[in-house]
T-cell receptor
């Protein structure tokens, strides 16, 4: 069974631009979560989607948004990029919400110049 | 307020010895705990989990212990191998809330 895939793997943008990242979950998984990882900060939760609905949201500004499609694929969008948005963005999928093991993709490394 | 804490940012262990990684949590509602391993520039890889109804779970070289009264869990790796060198994250969850991760412990296994 294929794992979680994320595209693109690397991205360079400039301040003020916007970016869209894509995540394809493991087949059959309906929950997709997004995390931001910066040095020394661990994994900061962004949001979780289940059945095309955002179920949980982390403490990030409204510039960060996402959506989930009927095939469970998910996208996250960051508008008006800031230098501090440079990070590894990780997507994880699980069968359901809650007490489920999440399986992570390789991440998208975003560099904002 | 950090609900999941990994107080040791780093740990060095000799090859063949036991590695013990610790994690403390503050939310007594957490009822499912997981450990992930992460190499640089890769996503975290699931290692092992434990439900709050158990106090121990074993998978090969990896054993997780849960002490609910102390709100503490630990991951034991025996024997440690150089390929185990990575950052280890513990995570906890309750209900349909998101996973809460600690900040990680960098394990270095020295040959």
């Amino acid at each position: 069974k294929a794992g979680v895939t994320q595209t693109p793997r690397y991205l360079i943008k400039t301040r003020g631009q916007q970016v869209t990242l894509s995540c394809s979950p493991i087949s059959g998984h309906r929950s997709v979560s997004w995390y931001q990882q910066t040095p020394g900060q661990g994994l900061q939760f962004l949001f979780e989607y289940f059945s095309e609905t955002q179920r949980n949201k982390g403490n990030f500004p409204g510039r960060f948004s996402g959506r989930q499609f009927s095939n469970s694929r998910s996208e996250m969008n960051v508008s008006t990029l800031e230098l501090g948005d440079s990070a590894l963005y990780l997507c994880a999928s699980s069968l359901r919400q809650g007490r489920e093991t999440q399986y992570f993709g390789p991440g998208t490394r975003l560099l904002v110049l | 307020d950090q609900q999941v804490k990994q107080n040791s940012p780093s740990l060095s262990v000799q090859e063949g010895r036991i590695s013990i990684l610790n994690c403390d949590y503050t939310n007594s509602m957490f009822d499912y705990f997981l450990w992930y391993k992460k190499y640089p520039a890769e996503g975290p890889t699931f290692l092992i989990s434990i439900s709050s109804i158990k106090d121990k779970n074993e998978d090969g070289r990896f054993t997780v212990f849960l002490n609910k009264s102390a709100k503490h869990l630990s991951l034991h790796i025996v024997p440690s191998q150089p390929g185990d060198s990575a950052v280890y994250f513990c995570a906890a969850v309750t209900g349909n809330t998101p996973l809460v991760f600690g900040k990680g412990t960098r394990l270095s296994v020295i040959a």
